[in-house]
């Protein structure tokens, strides 16, 4: 993809001169959407990114924000794409997202502790969709079990919209338990060192950054093969520990990993960021590969791989440390106070304004199409063809068959595992050295997006799907913290398709701060369209809570208590439900508009959470995917089920499969004490009782439903039973 004619003529302004090509090349790389958020940028100061708790916000590999309570310990928070590689090669394009989010991680002095992943793939029925699932599920948990970090949340999603572009969205969060092991990307001093710490460089990922920024074509997966960047998962896990001995010894003063245009991205960012320039010798870079060129050096994106900024006293304690653990290293260069300079073989291939480069590309100003609400058509479905039909769904259906791939053990903090509605982790940091009885801080994580939701109502989805995940946490007893997400989109210059972005991006930004939930940071993938159509408007969010010690009620039913659902102005008959971006629907057919969101969304979370925590309470799960009926059957085990009875003035179709977030049941001992702790927030609805019969017995409008766990089980192994 060459340099636009009127990018050219700004840089021809600046240089005073044609670029040389390797110029032109890292301008068109570093300019492009996937770097620069031509289009997206304008568009992101709707969110709100402050809070005392926020150490660095956005603009850096990752967030860092610090634990309430804790002036010593810090976690951080980043999140990446990986779609376009998925789609061309998706064991290494998702094995490789997972490489990049970690070494984003390690570049501002942190340790990576958790991962997430949001997939969305078409029909699932579709045999090329299920290979692409398949590939990405394998690459994401052999990387990621390879290095030692716990995938322990996300989600996935089916759509047919997906199908000729999926997404690979990956969060991570890291843990700096010392405020002083913190580095960022801005370099510090001139005459410092650049040191290439990691794998040799080779010439795959050749073009990444402009590869991700164009729609995808009908043969995508043979020409666009070379811009794949291949994983080394055992070099990165070797990676991570030599970063970790760095840091004890206080080696770094600056880092940046190498993603996005490789090298040159990489160097030109950390020096932009601080003001500076650099001097780097590309025949210095050490190369796995023979009869490299400057220009592949450069752009290169082999993964694996450090840019460390280093005071020149500590260069060969560098490189001790990356020799004993068998890691490359090379001082390609020095940072100046001039501009960035590469040569190769003794001629300069690049010689710009560091800061341009970085920051230079100009906004686009695209026009916006506002999308429009559906109409009210709704298919006729009897209540148990309805529960049968969205159980059965591959989007509400067990997810079990891809994170028991995942090793969530590992590193011994997750004390609520995956398949509940948020992981929790425990964080042993925030304890004194004397008090090793007692628990620190409990950390709940959660991740994802519905695109049902955003392509019926792009902005009302984007708010729900902030409420969502703020829910889910808060049904595991923590409050929201902080944020961040990965907004993806399709082709921009489409006025349709950009007005459905523009709508997903104020949608979220609108209900995290109605939470008081700032988001720290993310990502932006746009071009997510191929000649199959542009995919859904979908704002994966990754959001962390945090909650006194690490216990938090199951989703699983005890069978010892009473059941409620809070949060269900429905059931209360205080509003009309909305079946618009329901499973429902996408199983039957039909329109409709979307469910309302309560107008108070932080007390009710934050209420949600209290609750939670009672003593009383004995399970818990948030009310969203598939609705009521889905959620009550999810709870379900062979040892507990329950006797439900719903009434309302909605129809039972409304009442059992709507989709509004912000809703919780709850197994309490103590159901009046609920309700007294939400009164004049929310609604709380008595729905039955639990037993220990291991049947669910749902009766609404006069017909009741009956079904035991082992059925359950059956409808909601869809996935498992078509891949095993």
């Known amino acids: 993809m060459p340099l636009a004619d009127s990018d050219h003529e700004l840089v021809v302004a600046e240089l005073g001169r044609e670029p040389t090509p390797a110029e032109a090349a890292l301008f068109e790389n570093l300019w492009s959407e996937h770097c620069a958020y031509r289009s997206s940028r304008p568009l992101l100061s709707a969110f709100d990114s402050e809070g005392e708790q926020v150490v660095v916000g956005p603009g850096d590999d990752a967030a860092v924000v610090a634990l309430p309570g804790e002036e010593d310990t810090y976690i951080t928070l980043g999140i990446e794409s990986h779609n376009h590689p998925s789609y061309v090669d998706p064991f290494d394009g998702a094995a490789t997202g997972v490489g990049g989010i970690v070494r984003d991680t390690l570049s501002m002095g942190a340790y990576p502790i958790a991962l997430a992943d949001s997939l969305y793939f078409g029909a699932f029925e579709r045999e090329h969709s299920r290979y692409l699932f398949e590939g990405v599920v394998e690459g994401i948990s052999h990387y990621g079990n390879c290095i030692g970090v716990p995938t322990v949340t996300g989600s996935v999603a089916f759509h047919d919209d997906y199908e000729g572009n999926p997404l690979v969205n990956v969060a ?63 070099t990165e896990k070797l990676l991570i520990e030599a970063n970790e001995q760095l840091l004890d010894e206080g080696l770094i003063e600056s880092a940046r990993d190498l993603g996005a245009a490789g090298l040159g991205g990489a160097s030109s960012e950390l020096v932009a960021k601080g003001g500076l320039g650099a001097r780097i010798d590309l025949d210095e870079v050490h190369q796995r590969e023979p009869n490299m060129n400057g220009l592949e050096i450069l752009l290169s994106e082999s993964q694996e791989r450090m840019c460390y900024e280093v005071d020149p006293a500590n260069v060969d304690r560098v490189a001790e ?73 591959p989007n509400t259906a067990s997810k079990r068959w891809v994170y028991r791939q995942y090793d969530h053990e590992v590193q011994t903090r997750t004390e609520r595992r995956p398949g509940d509605d948020a992981a929790v982790l425990a964080i042993r940091e925030t304890l004194p050295e004397d008090t090793a009885d007692e628990a620190g ?100 969010l990754a959001l962390v809570g945090t909650k006194a010690g690490y216990d938090a009620p199951p989703l699983s039913l005890s069978g010892e208590g009473e059941l409620l659902v809070v949060g269900d102005g429905a059931l209360a008959g205080e509003t009309t439900p909305g079946l618009g971006g329901s499973e429902l629907l996408s199983q039957f057919g039909g329109t409709d508009a979307f469910p309302a969101l309560p107008d108070n969304p932080g ?40 006797t439900v009875e719903i009434t309302g003035e909605a129809s039972a179709t409304e009442l059992l499969f709507h989709e509004q977030p912000g809703r919780v049941v709850v197994e309490t001992t103590d159901p009046a004490a609920v309700e007294e702790v939400f009164d004049g927030v929310a609604p709380v609805t008595r729905l039955g009782a639990a037993t220990t019969e291991g049947t669910l017995s749902l009766s609404v409008e006069g017909m009741t439903v009956h079904l035991d766990a082992e059925t359950v089980a059956d409808y909601r192994a869809t996935i498992a039973d078509a891949l095993s």
């Open 172 to 234: 991570c969060i890291g843990l700096i338990d010392d405020p002083e092991r913190m580095v960022t990307a801005e370099a510090q001093e001139p005459g410092n060192k650049l040191v290439l710490v990691g794998n040799a460089t080779g010439r795959d990922g050749l073009g990444g950054a402009s590869f991700a920024s164009e729609d995808l074509s009908e043969d995508a997966e043979t020409e666009d093969r070379p811009a794949v960047q291949v994983g080394d998962p055992y």
């Open 603 to 642: 007390e009710l979370v934050e209420t949600v959470a209290e609750v939670a925590d009672a003593d009383s309470t004995l399970a818990t799960h948030d009310v969203s995917h598939g609705g009521l009926a889905v959620a009550l059957a999810e709870m379900v085990t062979e040892e507990a089920g329950a």
């Open 321 to 393: 440390i990356a020799d004993r653990y068998d890691l490359g290293c090379s001082v390609i260069g020095d940072v100046t106070e001039e501009k960035y300079v590469c040569t190769y073989d003794g001629e300069t291939l690049v010689e710009v304004d560091a800061e341009f480069l970085g920051e230079g590309a100009p906004m686009n100003d695209l026009a916006m199409d506002e999308p429009t609400e559906p109409a009210r058509e709704l298919p006729d479905v009897d209540t148990k063809s309805g529960v049968e039909a969205v159980l059965s769904s």
């Open 441 to 540: 801080t409990g950390l709940a994580f959660s991740s994802g997006a519905d695109p049902n939701w955003t392509d019926t109502a792009p902005y009302e989805g984007a708010r729900a799907v902030a409420l969502e995940n703020a829910t889910n946490v808060a049904a595991k007893g923590a409050t929201p913290l902080a944020a961040v997400n990965c907004l993806n989109g399709g082709n921009p210059e489409k006025p349709d398709v950009y007005g459905g972005f523009g709508d997903i991006v104020d949608g979220l930004a609108d209900m995290c701060s109605d939470l008081e939930t700032p988001v720290v940071g993310g990502n932006v993938s746009l071009y997510n369209d191929s000649p199959s159509g542009p995919i859904p408007p979908t704002p994966t």
